[in-house]
């Protein structure tokens, strides 16, 4: 099964203001640009990458102003994802598609073993900024794991899953889009699996980074699809029964 011969309007739309001359050139030159899509399997696990509080900020705010409180905080641009990214996924789930979530450890262990500034210490919360946000809170039978590095493989059980499962692809929603989205990627790409990126399900804290990495990865590793044809792929495949 395949995805749209081209990416859809809405990426190339959003990733062309940052591309170059340059850039636009060796594109229309014969080169390395991606010429067609890689394609996807017949066999895909739902990877949704750290939706947790502390990468969008609590209540509901402007990224400058939700920042000020949440550091590590990507505003309004990444609720109005979580809102998309609900509906999506009740969808993979009716098509018996499983969902994967991760999210960081907490800040004492792995790559965030760091003391922060005093401006950006940890303050008293209602909510547990490492906690999946409630409005795509996982369902039974959704896989949960806890990593402690940007990308989803390192250290985690994951590749075990998706072999013991035989799954063949990866379909990536998440943030941040330049950071463990990008290196949850590429990590997945070089064990041999195809992935799409579900760009309008994908956000990071500067639109720059996003759109930049969103136009890398397609051009590399993976699919850049909407979370549309992502529905109608999965869907579409009747000989995918549950886990």
């Keep these: 099964m395949t995805v749209p011969k081209t990416a859809d309007a809405v990426f190339e739309d959003g990733w062309a203001p940052y591309l170059t001359e340059r850039d636009r050139a060796v594109l229309s030159a014969t080169s390395w640009a991606k010429q067609a899509p890689f394609g996807l399997g017949s066999r895909p696990l739902v990877v949704a990458v750290d939706l947790y509080y502390a990468a969008l900020g609590l209540?509901?705010?402007?990224?400058?102003?939700?920042?000020?409180?949440?550091?590590?905080?990507?505003?309004?641009?990444?609720?109005?994802?979580?809102?998309?990214?609900?509906?999506?996924?009740r969808a993979a789930r009716d098509a018996g598609v499983r969902v994967a979530y991760f999210h960081a450890t907490p800040p004492e262990y792995g790559r965030w073993n760091r003391k922060p500034a005093p401006a950006l210490a940890p303050k008293p919360r209602?909510?547990?900024?490492?906690?999946?946000?409630?409005?795509?809170?996982?369902?039974?039978?959704?896989?949960?794991?806890?990593?402690?590095?940007?990308?989803?493989?390192?250290?985690?059980?994951?590749?075990?899953?998706?072999?013991a499962?035989?799954?063949?692809?990866?379909?990536?929603?998440?943030e941040a889009t330049s950071g463990c989205v990008r290196s949850t990627v590429v990590d997945a790409c070089s064990r041999g699996y195809r992935v799409g990126?579900?760009?309008?399900?994908?956000?990071?804290?500067?639109?720059?980074?996003?759109?930049?990495?969103?136009?890398?990865?397609?051009?590399?590793?993976?699919?850049?699809?909407?979370?549309?044809?992502?529905?109608?792929?999965?869907?579409?495949?009747?000989?995918?029964?549950?886990?």
């Design 197 to 243: 990126v579900v760009g309008d399900l994908c956000f990071d804290r500067f639109e720059a980074s996003h759109w930049v990495s969103l136009f890398d990865l397609n051009q590399k590793y993976a699919d850049v699809i909407t979370a549309r044809a992502a529905t109608e792929y999965f869907q579409a495949d009747t000989r995918r029964g549950a886990a």
């Design 126 to 163: 209602a909510v547990d900024g490492n906690a999946i946000v409630a409005e795509v809170a996982p369902a039974d039978g959704d896989i949960v794991l806890q990593k402690i590095g940007p990308s989803c493989f390192f250290e985690t059980p994951l590749d075990t899953i998706l072999r």
């Design 165 to 174: 499962g035989g799954y063949d692809t990866l379909l990536v929603v998440g």
């Design 59 to 89: 209540p509901r705010a402007g990224i400058v102003e939700s920042v000020a409180d949440w550091p590590s905080s990507c505003g309004d641009a990444g609720w109005e994802v979580v809102d998309r990214t609900a509906p999506f996924l």
